[in-house]
């Protein structure tokens, strides 16, 4: 078998343009009377300058097969006697060069010029018309409107999707129409009604702390702040409802808000204190002895107006960053089951309060801020195990499953709070505790 031989590959011959050639000048400027041309080399040369390392194909390819950067209209060149006599070299025309530099310069900071306009990429739109806070929702919504003009660039680079830019005028223009936005206020029969946001920006509340008053707002006779769910105008017509709330009911809470913290700056009147302060008093120790003082607390929150002044008041405190009504208790009048049932005080510092949930066993009924309730199911009753283990302090979601082996924690508690006496026993999330899901004190219910 004879050995094949191996072809070289073929060379690639450039192409000069067609026309005389031109004598070599002294310097590397030829004038003609179209303009000034200079040679390949210093062409290659002004490009790697202005950060475009291309090579001698792609300045040959604008000469003989258009450019983009010149609206597709070739690059000029002439044919230039070489130094030698013997052969000609391409040079190009200067003009045409510094143009196509400029335009590599505009399309580096995402200008393109296309069909004689500008088009810019997202990033360039936002410095040259200076909004930062532009985005490609809008403009995208712009698009499919057919509200601006736009086009889409293929990318060489591998990886790299293909690039959008958008006309700069039509951009321009739709920003210099006024918006029609709705600022979230109703003019209704009952007065101006406010959606969340323009709630918040009228009242100085946070948004958060509006959004949990709708559900639960322990400053307001209530216990939440009325709302009434409204839809938006839209020209599309497919906003969904919100809620909105009067400026009335407004103004309501935030009197009611400087009265609580004008309350909780007073100081306690001598000879009351809360359930804390109760515990000491009766010198508890045990848990029986817990639950009994626990009664003791729940018999004077309950009792009827008379003539005598009450053994147990409500009052606003500061609870860290927020506000909460404490009980109070007159300790003259405090005849504890746990103080009677203990000989000598210990003489060391109290436990604190009780619970608002006491369990027993896994089949027994629950204690539920004083009150009798059914056994739990066994998911339940493992979840409320580890935060009556973790008492006075919360667990976080992930620390709540991990130790009582359900992944839905969060679930199973929100589902008891579907009961009155639940949702007062258990703290959740975003109801101004944030540090998890944890059990109430029994005064703080």
Known sequence: MSQQKRLAPARRHRRTPVGPIHPRPAGDRLRRPEGYFIPGSLVLQRLAE????LGYDAVSHWAYEGCVHRRGAKLGACRVRSRDGRSCETWFREAHVDEIIESLKRRQAGRYELLGDDYLTLPALRVELERPGLYSLLLNSWMK?????????????????????YHLEDVRKQLAVPENRFDGVWQTGEGERYNLLAAARVSGFRLGFITEAIRRCPYLPEGIL????LKPPSASGHRTSEHTVLRQDLERLRRAVQQAKEEAAQPIEEGWGDGYEAARVAGVETITERIDLQEVLY??????????PPSARRLWRQRGPIWKRVWFYFL???QSPASTARTEPSGRKADPLAPAVVLGGSDDPVRVCGKAKPALASTAFRVVSALAAAWPAGLRKDEL?????????????????????WNAAIELPGRGYRAGYRIRAADEV
Do not use: M, N, Y
């Open 50 to 53: 202005a950060g475009f390392p």
């Open 145 to 165: 409107r057919g509200l601006i003009r736009w086009a889409l660039l293929p990318v060489k680079a591998a990886g790299r999707h293909d690039r959008k830019v």
């Open 226 to 229: 009325p709302s009434k769910k």
């Open 299 to 308: 018999g004077l929150r309950q009792e009827e107006p008379s003539e005598r």
């Open 332 to 334: 003259g009048q405090l």
């Open 401 to 421: 499953a991990q130790r009582s082996d359900c992944s839905v924690p969060h679930k199973v508690l929100r589902k008891l709070c579907t009961d009155a006496d």
